[in-house]
């Protein structure tokens, strides 16, 4: 079956603009994940989904940053007025359930000129 | 708080040739899981090998193997007769267990080369 997929693959764009990264998950996965893996920071964990709910939002490194999930599918995180150092790679994985294995999708690269 | 430490930045290895990449961690926790994960340049994360903390079997797939050293709390990747195709970012990541859920604590990574 299809993985998990993230878009766009490679994003650029100007200081202080907003941009919004999607994932889709695994069909019928009921939790998602995202993480940000940064030169600087190596990978670390941003947010978690369970259905439409987000209980651990911990890892958001600012209130730039916000995520949703709707449908119990699709998320998508927006960063507002984007830094130079919000350039990373943002990762998405999905699981069956909450502690079940993670599934990783390709990525979204993120360039904040 | 848990930490995950990868010492080696680097490393290589020839073709067909066994490597052991190095993992500690730091935790409170007495339930946890311990992971391997490869990521080649495509990006994509692709679970290598899972440990469970209260299986004192190491876990095995394939020819990638660990030793789980608990009391040391070590937990090292060994890859065997390695192949072109393992060259890749590879790291170790930790979950604590008796929770809802799995996020993930990741050590920096050790980039493998696989030499011909």
């Known amino acids: 079956g299809a993985g998990v997929s993230q878009s766009p693959s490679n994003k650029v764009t100007e200081k202080g603009k907003d941009v919004e990264l999607r994932c889709d998950p695994i069909s019928g996965h009921t939790a998602l994940y995202w993480y940000r893996q940064s030169l600087g920071q190596g990978l670390e964990f941003l947010i978690y989904f369970q259905g439409n709910s987000a209980p651990d939002k911990s890892g958001l490194p600012s209130d730039r940053f916000s995520a949703e999930r709707t449908g119990g599918s699709v998320s998508t995180l927006t960063i507002q007025r984007t830094q130079q150092e919000d350039s990373a790679v943002y990762l998405c994985?999905?699981?069956?359930?909450?502690?079940?294995?993670?599934?990783f999708g390709p990525g979204t690269r993120l360039t904040v000129l | 708080a848990q930490t995950v430490t990868q010492s080696q930045p680097e490393m290589s290895v020839q073709e067909a040739e066994t490597v052991t990449l190095s993992c500690t961690y730091d935790?409170?926790?007495?339930?946890?899981?311990l992971f391997w994960y490869k990521q080649p340049p495509s990006r994509q994360m692709i679970l290598v090998i899972r440990?469970?903390?209260?299986?004192?079997q190491n876990a095995t797939e394939n020819r990638f193997s660990v030793n789980f050293q608990k009391a040391a709390k070590s937990f090292s990747l060994k890859i065997s007769d390695s192949q072109l195709g393992d060259a890749a970012m590879y790291f170790c990541a930790f979950r604590a267990g008796g929770t809802s859920y799995g996020k993930l604590t990741f050590g920096q990574g050790t980039i493998l080369t696989v030499h011909p």
């Open positions: 994985a999905s699981s069956l359930y909450g502690p079940d294995t993670q599934y």
């Open positions: 935790t409170s926790e007495s339930d946890y899981y």
């Open positions: 440990q469970e903390a209260y299986k004192q």
